[in-house]
């Protein structure tokens, strides 16, 4: 009866080169594999826009919000959805099941949106928009632009022209946010007195204005030879050109604009302002997030990103300075990389551990090739599934390293066994894979079957250690494989018979430490015999103290991650003017740039967008971690109290998960949601929640 080695063992250059297969397909898809932190776990989320200049927050809730919203909740897959309306503009975040297919889903959306337009208001300047972006997840690339002698506007229009845009083409970016913009614009301020003295509203004013800036085709000559194109320059784009311009005419005279008010250049929006700030200095600046589309890889799309800054660059102005203040994919390849070098110490440990029991380099050498065929054979399995190289899939193949090599050394000891009883190698081979062909099989499917409960497992949870499942049953299956094969086809060529073996004072001197920590077990075997109850209650007393123990240990979703990077709001009291607002932020900025393990951050405040005119933003660069003395925890314990004490604003820091659950961006770690059909009741309740949640012991920054 032949067994499952027989064909391998009588065709070694078949089975060698199966082996180079592995090899060559594995080598190619681990450098085809993307690098990640975590397993893809992002729920496909859009986020879709809406703007009514004027329009009171009621009013964009009741008009615009409700009626999309109802064709929203139509789309099949969707998990969640959630609305915030302001003055003018209202934002909508849809988060879809993890199933749901991200382009498909906003294919849906597009559609609900354009049976939403005729119930929307007919004077919205433009239909609602949407973006492939989780709001709540942390942007992977931070950019300042800073210059010393440029104007803001012009560093603005490099920032939002050139750069902006060329980024938002990359594959993968989502959305790229600016901090800090300041587009050039006029400015006009009109004097209430000096427009009652002349009898003048600012109707006329508006009307003069939009008369006196126009941009219309005039017309095109056509003579017998030549066309010419007639081109008329009605763009006014400084603000000397706005301040001869006649309004009206009172008692036969022109009243001209520059008698009216003042008439400045300016920017759009002089309420926001943005700063990049180092241990040396702090100065203005134009800041860029990049934000990823759901689902892809972040290490890739920072790469590509970070490829087109180097061609842009150059584009720049020398007196303009590009900053990368923050990458996520450094910490990421850290941390792979890391993982990667305890793997690789993982085996070299196992084949010390196997070297130094087996005391011969052939018989150490054949069940030690299981491990890098098994290993090396799973990445090409990782690539076909979509997966990639990050911390779980590395734990993966870590922890498989230890299974891996147990069939092979099954395998070589039943070949020595049989060459033990006077058998030849290849007869030895033969007859031993025989006899244990079975036995590894079915040690390798039930070894790989005790992970399949994992892939049944749904939501976050299962898609997180979906991949963790797969991979490591996969490395799994390709040793049981490697032994079955190249193990006993090595052994039939390259074990000599025990006989042939000589022995030299360090396999001696070794074989009496074995046979005294033999003698040992042996001793201890026998005493737990002889004492079967204590035994079994000393058994009872390490079960008990197990499930003490993790009752004990506190528990959570994933441990806190130091990615050198921190996060925080800042709020100031409703109202505030501009200035004072900058004031308060600048305070808390050089109480955190005094801080010994900071390197860099970015500052923000201001009307910005959908944010207020009374909070702000830091994102903190932190030094790498063998030139700090704290974590990031411990950095943010440090700074509370301080922050603390700058008055008239409050600082709500934080450690950014590596995962964000929900598609709001929050101020703090947990968020509560309350809810109502009355909103003025709504509101009454949520006062007296956030003074009962303030009075908990543990709480901090409600």
């Given amino acids: ?348 440990l196992v084949v010390l551990v196997i070297f130094l029991f087996l005391r011969n380099l052939s018989a150490t050498v054949i069940p030690s090739l299981a491990l890098p065929m098994s290993i090396v054979g799973t990445f090409s399995i990782m690539y076909y599934l979509g997966y990639s190289l990050d911390n779980l899939s590395l734990m993966a193949l870590t922890l498989s390293v230890g299974f891996v090599v147990d069939d092979a050394i099954v395998m070589l000891e039943n070949i020595v066994r049989h060459m033990e009883m006077g058998e030849k190698p290849f007869e030895a081979a033969v007859n031993g894979a025989r006899e244990i062909g079975f036995t590894i099989l079915s040690m390798t499917l039930s070894l790989a079957a005790v992970f399949l409960p994992i892939l049944f497992m749904g939501g976050i949870l299962g898609r997180l250690f979906h991949e963790f499942a797969v991979t490591i049953a996969s490395a799994i299956l390709i040793s049981g494989f490697v032994s079955l094969t190249l193990t006993p086809m090595l052994g039939s060529r390259f074990l000599k018979p025990p006989s042939e073996e000589r022995h030299g004072r360090l396999y001696e001197r070794s074989e009496r430490a074995f046979a005294w920590a033999l003698k040992i077990y042996d001793r201890g075997l026998v005493w737990s015999l002889d004492h079967k109850r204590f035994t079994m209650a000393y058994s009872a007393l390490v079960l008990a103290a197990t499930v003490f123990l993790f009752l004990w240990m506190p528990k959570g979703f994933l441990p806190s991650e130091d990615t050198g990077q921190l996060f925080a709001f800042t709020q100031a009291a409703e109202g505030i003017s501009n200035e004072a607002m900058i004031d308060r932020q600048q305070a808390a900025a050089e109480v955190v740039r005094q801080d010994p393990d900071v390197a860099a951050f970015m500052s923000s405040a201001g009307s910005r967008g959908w944010t207020s005119s009374n909070t702000g933003v830091f994102f903190v660069r932190l030094k790498p971690r063998d030139e700090r003395s704290s974590t990031a925890d411990e950095i943010i314990e440090r700074l509370r109290p301080r922050l603390a004490q700058v008055p008239g604003i409050l600082v709500f820091l934080q450690n950014p998960p590596p995962i964000r659950i929900g598609g709001r961006m929050t101020r703090s770690q947990y968020q509560v949601t309350l809810q109502g059909a009355d909103t003025e009741e709504l509101y009454r309740a949520s006062r007296v929640m956030e003074e009962r949640m303030k009075a908990l012991p543990g709480l901090l920054d409600v």
């Fill in 1 to 348: 009866m032949k067994g499952i080695s027989d064909l391998f063992i009588r065709r070694p250059v078949m089975t060698t080169l199966v082996m180079f297969g592995i090899l060559l397909f594995g080598i190619t898809g681990y450098r085809l594999l993307p690098v990640s932190d975590l397993p893809n776990v992002d729920f496909p989320t859009i986020q879709v826009s809406a703007s009514l200049p004027g329009a009171s927050p009621e009013t964009m809730a009741s008009a615009v919000a409700i009626p999309l919203e109802k064709q929203f909740s139509t789309i099949a897959g969707l998990d969640s959805m959630s609305s915030a309306s302001r003055i003018g503009g209202t934002s909508i975040t849809l988060q879809f099941d993890l199933d749901r297919d991200l382009d498909a889903a906003a294919q849906d959306v597009q559609a609900a949106i354009a049976a939403a337009q005729r119930q929307l208001p007919r004077d919205m300047p433009s239909p609602p928009t949407y973006q492939k972006v989780n709001p709540a997840d942390s942007p992977i690339l931070y950019i300042a632009l800073t210059s010393p002698t440029l104007p803001l506007s012009a560093l603005d229009e490099y920032g939002e022209t050139l750069l902006a845009q060329r980024i938002s083409m990359v594959s993968g970016v989502a959305q790229v946010q600016v901090y800090g913009s300041q587009k050039y614009a006029v400015r006009i301020r009109l004097d209430p007195r000096l427009l009652a003295g002349q009898g003048i509203g600012l109707d006329e004013v508006s009307r003069a204005v939009r008369a006196a800036n126009v941009n219309l085709p005039t017309g095109t000559l056509f003579g017998p030879h030549v066309a010419y194109t007639v081109q008329a320059d009605g763009q006014l784009m400084e603000a000397d050109a706005y301040r001869p311009l006649v309004v009206a005419y009172r008692d036969g005279k022109p009243v001209r604009l520059e008698e009216l008010g003042e008439i400045l250049d300016s920017v759009e929006n002089d309420k926001t302002a943005a700063w990049y700030v180092n241990r040396e200095a702090s100065r203005r600046a134009v800041v860029l997030a990049v934000r990823r589309q759901p689902g892809t890889n972040t290490v890739r799309v920072a790469g590509n990103v970070r490829a087109i800054l180097g061609v842009l660059e150059k584009q720049l102005p020398a007196s303009v300075s590009l900053n990368v203040l923050f990458d996520r994919s450094d910490s990421i390849r850290a941390s792979v990389n890391e993982v990667k070098f305890t793997l690789l110490l993982t085996l070299i």
